[in-house]
């Protein structure tokens, strides 16, 4: 049965576009296309910055970030390393070289993140739906490593909570971060909601949203099986609560699964 019997959804591709169909959402989901050639160079030509992303995977594992500082120059970024390229089948190859074999990769827009201290952050929603309802049970910030592409912590990032990122980042006060987190709490709930409507057996979702440097919130990604590790340091008890509610899902949809078995064979005998 595994360990996870809750539905997961692993294409990123489709999650988006199952969102976009949301138009509350649209205006906070960066432009998201599959990579090609003319994807590549018509986003760096429109916003100067994109991503590479595997279209399943985790972890920040295979993000490559792309600048264009001048037509035909690029800048790319992939763990820790920078590279100068120059011309554009120059670039072409040396993504492809970065691609990791057998994934198909997305382009997203590149969205210049608020910053803590130089070192850009986002922030991490857990939404859970332990009875019939969707409940946020926190949001934590992620704070990029030195140097590094992604955000989380697995590659050297740090935690801190919502409300000191957003004071560190945009001195912002509490009346401020008070209405900052009443506006991702409806994003994060009109997400589950637009998911859940397609995806009927969604239990947990944990959604990655930036801040621009004007302040407003973008959906990088919607993770539904999400790690909790960030919350242990920042909100002990939150995190207790998350995990306890975790179990509880797994509970029920091992005992639902194993109902729906039962039936299954009562029906096949008869």
């Given at each position: 049965?595994?360990k996870?019997?809750f539905?997961?959804?692993a294409?990123?591709?489709l999650?988006?576009?199952?969102?976009?169909?949301?138009?509350?959402?649209?205006?906070?989901?960066?432009?998201?296309t599959?990579?090609?050639?003319?994807?590549?160079?018509?986003?760096?030509?429109?916003?100067?910055?994109?991503?590479?992303?595997?279209d399943?995977?985790?972890?920040?594992?295979?993000?490559?970030?792309?600048?264009?500082?001048?037509?035909?120059?690029?800048?790319?970024?992939?763990?820790?390393?920078?590279?100068?390229?120059?011309?554009?089948?120059?670039?072409?190859?040396?993504?492809t070289?970065?691609?990791?074999?057998?994934?198909?990769?997305?382009?997203?827009?590149?969205?210049?993140?608020?910053?803590?201290?130089?070192?850009?952050?986002?922030?991490?929603?857990?939404?859970q739906?332990?009875?019939?309802?969707?409940?946020?049970?926190?949001?934590?910030?992620?704070?990029?490593?030195?140097?590094?592409?992604?955000?989380?912590r697995?590659?050297?990032?740090?935690?801190?909570?919502?409300?000191?990122?957003?004071?560190?980042?945009?001195?912002?006060?509490?009346?401020?971060?008070?209405n900052?987190?009443?506006?991702?709490?409806?994003?994060?709930?009109?997400?589950?909601s637009?998911?859940?409507?397609?995806f009927?057996?969604?239990?947990?979702?944990?959604l990655?949203?930036g801040?621009?440097?004007?302040?407003?919130p973008?959906?990088?990604?919607?993770?539904?099986?999400p790690?909790?590790?960030?919350?242990?340091?920042?909100?002990?008890?939150r995190?207790?609560?998350?995990?306890?509610?975790q179990?509880?899902?797994?509970?029920?949809?091992?005992?639902r699964?194993?109902?729906?078995?039962?039936?299954?064979?009562?029906?096949?005998?008869?």
């Open positions: 049965m595994g996870y019997p539905q997961q959804i294409s990123k591709w999650k988006t576009q199952v969102m976009l169909k949301n138009k509350r959402l649209v205006p906070y989901i960066p432009t998201t599959w990579f090609q050639r003319e994807h590549l160079f018509s986003l760096l030509e429109r916003y100067g910055l994109v991503y590479l992303k595997p399943k995977g985790g972890g920040g594992v295979g993000v490559v970030r792309v600048e264009m500082p001048a037509r035909g120059q690029y800048v790319v970024h992939y763990a820790t390393v920078r590279k100068n390229v120059i011309g554009d089948n120059a670039l072409l190859t040396f993504l070289q970065r691609m990791l074999s057998g994934k198909r990769y997305i382009l997203q827009r590149g969205i210049p993140l608020a910053r803590i201290k130089g070192r850009p952050f986002d922030i991490r929603i857990v939404v739906k332990p009875e019939a309802k969707w409940v946020i049970m926190g949001m934590v910030a992620k704070v990029a490593a030195k140097a590094k592409v992604v955000t989380n697995a590659g050297g990032g740090m935690a801190l909570s919502f409300a000191d990122a957003l004071s560190k980042s945009f001195h912002a006060s509490e009346e401020q971060i008070k900052a987190q009443q506006q991702l709490t409806a994003i994060a709930l009109e997400t589950a637009a998911l859940c409507e397609r009927t057996r969604l239990r947990v979702l944990g990655d949203v801040f621009d440097d004007s302040g407003c973008w959906i990088f990604e919607v993770n539904t099986r790690l909790f590790h960030l919350f242990q340091t920042v909100d002990p008890p995190y207790r609560q998350i995990i306890d509610n179990r509880k899902i797994i509970a029920d949809e091992q005992k699964a194993l109902s729906a078995y039962a039936h299954k064979r009562t029906q096949q005998r008869g």
